[in-house]
């Protein structure tokens, strides 16, 4: 994966930036004695507990802390030297290279070192990708989660910015930094992005109790997510019975006959009628759940019985290193891809290529608080509909460490697990602006789910059918795909606020197959004529029975 094609033409400008390298003091060679003896010694990191997979949350939860105090960490003088130490020729390589790439001042060469560099680091990130259930070394994780190698070619200010960002994931959301993306790989709890270059495994019928391991799992994880929903229905019902029968309890007393209670009140008569609706709802529903628990018991039992003949036969095990050498291939793909063929494919953090503001990264708090303000606008982003079920499934967001200014989706959902299986998406940690940086994700998302949806009638039905004909007819040039993404970043920053910046067909497609919360869509029918015409013809196909 070379990088050559950048560099021919006129330089990007960020790229001339770095090549025009000042010497200041944070970016002098680094000059350690003894920088490859003996292993620096390092606490541990605290055993992180992985968050189980739920897919029963209706909502992001606000994040309960945004930062940390600062850890030290990034500023210790031994954090470069614990990252090479170990690592043999290739430690020697990347030193020798790093201290001429900072202390050459002609363009030529600087740019001949840094081309060596960037491949160097991507075999480091992929020896020590392959080493991670047994790295204990803090600094290596740290390259791997931000891509920070050497501490002082950022400033202080960033260093403490970068120690501030929360460690441990809280939020139970899969949302992962690349070490612990790495760590659910490598113990099999998620499959690799690199499925479908993996070589087969050699026995056929290992595969196949895989594949059916994987469809078990779906079902049984479709039936727990209904009965989730079944049950807070049914607790709805229960609480409006007993408020019901509790309004009961007030009679007063009859006017001419004192010892006797009144007849119930015409409301207290519509609240008896109201109960029978809800008895009958309540029988209706134990049905359904004896049904989904019926299911619910098969599937577990299949799921058992799979996972157990999966791991006699090793057709799931821990994954080994050169499979989690190819995931950090996998891994460097994507950052390729959010950085883009024109944008800045130096993978190791420098000064002028981020701010030390936090709000300004990708952490997982900070995406958690953008995903809550798109979902609010677009509630359907995460649901998704299968044999008339319909489930909430945040796909795994994996935290690229890199200077892209967009987010990609990977894959919509897993091949044999269309269910409820989780799809990947992945946001570049230092982007220009990190609400757009989410933003192209979400789209890409949307898209790829519904061309999915749609398989061989994409150009023609449901969301990706409707916006190709809109496409195609307006004879629009490039990748409808791209100008999709775009339009919904409008969709979402500009005409959720009543800014109206969509063609009218684009607008009505929108509106109709990624709609707004109704509250919303009232509020901006008072905004204009075109609001207007659109929320009329909402009221015309839910008369019609058509919409």
Not at 492 to 497: A, L, N, R, S, V
Request: aromatic share 8%.
């Amino acid at each position: 994966m070379g990088n050559n094609d950048m560099f021919s033409g006129d330089i990007d400008p960020e790229i001339a930036s770095l090549l025009g390298l000042d010497e200041t003091e944070s970016a002098q060679a680094p000059d350690y004695e003894n920088l490859f003896e003996e292993e620096v010694q390092t606490p541990e990191p605290a055993e992180e507990v992985h968050p189980q997979d739920d897919i029963s949350r209706e909502t992001f939860l606000p994040p309960v802390k945004e930062s940390q105090p600062p850890n030290p960490l990034y500023s210790n003088p031994n954090y470069y030297k614990s990252i090479l130490n170990g690592e043999g020729e290739l430690a020697h390589s990347i030193h020798e290279n790093m201290s001429q790439f900072l202390k050459a001042q002609d363009p030529k060469e600087k740019l001949k070192f840094r081309t060596r560099l960037i491949g160097q680091y991507w075999e480091l990130y992929g020896k020590l990708a392959a080493q991670i259930m047994k790295l204990q070394t803090e600094p290596k994780r740290g390259m791997l989660r931000f891509g920070l190698l050497l501490p002082n070619i950022i400033s202080a200010d960033q260093r403490k910015m970068i120690g501030s960002i929360v460690e441990s994931n809280d939020s139970g959301e899969p949302i992962y930094y690349v070490d612990e993306w790495l760590e659910r790989v490598a113990a099999g709890m998620v499959s690799p992005l690199a499925t479908d270059d993996l070589k087969p495994t050699k026995r056929s019928g290992d595969q196949k109790v895989k594949i059916l391991l994987d469809k078990a799992k779906g079902s049984r994880e479709a039936h727990l997510s209904t009965l989730v929903n079944l049950q807070k229905k049914r607790r709805l019902i229960e609480e409006q019975l007993q408020n019901r029968l509790g309004s009961l309890n007030f009679k007063s007393r009859n006017s001419v006959f004192s010892e006797l209670e009144s007849l119930y009140s015409e409301g207290q008569s519509k609240e008896i009628g109201e109960m029978m609706n809800n008895l009958r709802e309540l029988s209706a529903l134990h049905k359904d759940m004896s049904l989904h628990y019926e299911h619910l018991n098969k599937a577990d039992q299949d799921f058992k019985k799979l996972q157990k003949q999966a791991r006699e036969s090793g057709a799931i095990s821990e994954v080994a290193p050169s499979e989690l050498q190819k995931e950090a291939g996998s891994l460097r793909q994507m950052a390729k891809l959010c950085v883009g063929r024109q944008g800045n494919h130096f993978p190791i953090l420098m000064n002028q290529f981020f701010t030390s503001r936090l709000e300004t990264v990708a952490t997982r708090e900070n995406v958690i608080k953008v995903l809550l303000e798109i979902e609010k606008l677009d509630e359907g982003v995460f649901k998704r509909t299968f044999r008339q079920k319909t489930n909430r499934i945040v796909p795994h967001i994996i935290l690229i460490p890199c200077y892209g200014d967009s987010g990609i989706c990977w894959e919509p959902f897993e091949r044999y697990n269309r269910a409820t299986s989780r799809g990947r998406i992945a946001i570049p940690m230092f982007p220009k602006d990190l609400r757009t940086a989410v933003l192209t994700a979400v789209a890409d998302l949307r898209w790829q789910v519904a061309k999915e949806k749609a398989q061989h009638y994409w150009m023609e039905e449901g969301l990706t059918g409707h916006y190709y004909q809109y496409f195609s007819d307006r004879k629009l040039r490039g990748d409808a795909r791209l100008k999709f993404i775009e339009d919904y970043i409008l969709w979402i920053t500009k005409e959720g606020e009543g800014v109206q910046k969509l063609d009218k067909e684009a607008r009505g497609i929108f509106w109709r197959d990624i709609p707004f919360p109704q509250e919303l869509k009232d509020r901006l029918r008072k905004r204009g004529f075109v609001y207007n015409e659109l929320y009329k013809k909402d009221m015309n196909r839910a008369a019609s029975d058509g919409y």
